[in-house]
């Protein structure tokens, strides 16, 4: 995977079509204890998501090449595995994808949610040479799915260190993988936030609200060679 210097490119809003009907806000006492929540006020920081989902899906890792190695079994291979583990952690990858592409810190938790229907649908295992892959591609979608904007895949491509084209193919291949059940509803979501903020002493810090909203059948992904100039 190749890592590209700063400021990859300027944002680009892509359109998505006719939306569905206005999402319903979620709002609970739980929700708002863990911040979930539109806040000027608040928007500070480093998510506690990020680290709490990289020591998450670390230990993860670390029991699945354990067991791997312990069984001698074979991983099944996907277009996600690379020939070796990438020199950027985990946390770092997603700290970088949070600042270059500005998404909602929810996308995080319904990325983890994507690549866990993913994994279990193809009987592979989350290790340290199809993470990033696995990564980029969920939160990439995630944000097409949860937020009002958001970038192309040839910008996530820079910033995930793929090429757009490969980026593409393994949206296609994560999404016949989920079956296209890209909705995550209130209570998995809710229950996907306890996990993580069992990881850590705080409450999670993602400032905005999960919306319970559904893909339009005429959303398409808009992929351009390169970004658009700023």
Not at 55 to 84: A, C, V, Y
Not at 131 to 151: E, G, P, Q
Request: hydrophobic residues 35%.
């Amino acid at each position: 995977m190749h890592y590209l210097p700063q400021n990859p490119c300027c944002k680009i809003s892509l359109d998505m079509g006719t939306l569905a009907p206005e999402p319903e806000v979620i709002c609970s006492k739980n929700y708002l204890a863990l911040g979930l929540k539109v806040s000027s006020k608040e928007k500070s920081g480093k998510p506690k998501v990020l680290s709490l989902l990289s020591t998450l899906l670390e230990r993860s890792i670390q029991n699945n090449e354990s067991l791997l190695e312990s069984t001698q079994r074979k991983d099944m291979i996907t277009i996600f595995h690379g020939s070796r583990a990438p020199s950027l952690g985990i946390e770092q990858y997603l700290d970088r994808i949070l600042k270059y592409s500005c998404c909602s810190p929810s996308c995080f938790v319904i990325a983890h949610i994507y690549m866990e229907r993913f994994i279990e649908s193809t009987n592979a295992h989350l290790t340290s040479v199809n993470v990033h892959r696995l990564l980029i591609t969920s939160v990439m979608l995630a944000a097409k799915f949860i937020d009002d904007a958001f970038y192309n895949n040839a910008y996530y491509a820079r910033v995930g260190g793929v090429t757009t084209k490969e980026l593409n193919k393994l949206e296609m291949k994560f999404l016949f993988g989920l079956d296209f059940r890209l909705h995550v509803s209130v209570q998995t979501f809710g229950s996907y936030c306890s996990l993580l903020e069992k990881e850590g002493t705080v409450g999670l810090q993602i400032e905005r609200s999960i919306q319970a909203c559904r893909i339009s059948e005429s959303w398409s992904n808009k992929d351009d060679s390169t970004c658009a100039q700023c």
